[in-house]
């Protein structure tokens, strides 16, 4: 029957829909709300803020991903600080974001992202895990759709972070991000007004 247009999030979301629904689908993020997320006046206390939402295998990943970063950080004297996702309040979330100087970020994938956008747009930079690969949700995976590569942030550019993906890449991605930090090399507010704020999506939506 006949469908009008099919908004997706992302453009990795648009390819693995285009061939079930071909032109119809379109690409539309939701803004950010750049004026409640911020850059903090207040002076940061800690160096990194971990952000975990590694929603499949967390067990698994603990062990192979998630300690090691941890143990990483604690050799080169970064001190951090870190949030679940699932655990939290907004407002823990932007405090925490306020203290830090930077986030590591652990996603399989996103459609948008809309955390580690509210990150940017705090103008805290991003090391990202990037993993590619397959989309993996339970609910489709492998049974019912195999699509890749997705990406666990889809919106971005090298005014951001940096990225890894997987352990093996972290210690040396960590080095010449934490020297990037040092130099002020990122602006990722400025990627956030330039490509994702409330009144850009609202004009793009119209």
């Known amino acids: 029957y006949p469908i009008g247009k099919v908004l997706v999030p992302g453009e990795w979301m648009r390819k693995m829909y285009e061939p079930y629904y071909g032109d119809a689908v379109m690409v539309w993020p939701v803004g950010i709300e750049t004026e409640k997320w911020q850059p903090s006046t207040v002076a940061k206390t800690s160096d990194i803020l971990i952000y975990d939402k590694v929603l499949g295998q967390?067990?698994?990943?603990?062990?192979?991903?998630?300690?090691?970063?941890?143990?990483?950080?604690?050799?080169?004297?970064?001190?951090?600080?870190?949030?679940?996702?699932?655990?939290?309040?907004?407002?823990?979330?932007?405090?925490?974001?306020?203290?830090?100087?930077?986030?590591?970020?652990?996603?399989?994938?996103?459609?948008?992202?809309?955390?580690?956008?509210?990150?940017?747009?705090?103008?805290?930079?991003?090391?990202?895990?990037?993993?590619?690969?397959?989309?993996?949700?339970?609910?489709?995976?492998?049974?019912?759709?195999?699509?890749?590569?997705?990406?666990?942030?889809?919106?971005?550019?090298e005014r951001c972070g940096m990225k890894f993906s997987d352990f093996a890449q972290f210690p040396g991605q960590l080095d010449k991000f934490w020297h990037g930090i040092e130099a002020d090399q990122f602006k990722p507010r400025d990627f956030i007004l330039e490509n994702l704020t409330l009144e850009k999506c609202a004009q793009a939506y119209v």
């Open 58 to 157: 967390h067990d698994e990943f603990e062990k192979s991903l998630i300690q090691p970063i941890r143990e990483e950080l604690k050799q080169r004297g970064l001190s951090f600080r870190e949030i679940r996702y699932g655990f939290y309040e907004e407002e823990d979330f932007q405090r925490m974001l306020a203290q830090c100087r930077a986030m590591v970020f652990l996603c399989g994938h996103e459609s948008q992202g809309i955390a580690y956008q509210q990150a940017l747009s705090c103008g805290v930079p991003i090391l990202a895990w990037d993993r590619g690969g397959y989309w993996q949700d339970p609910e489709f995976y492998p049974h019912r759709v195999k699509f890749g590569p997705v990406s666990s942030v889809p919106y971005w550019d």
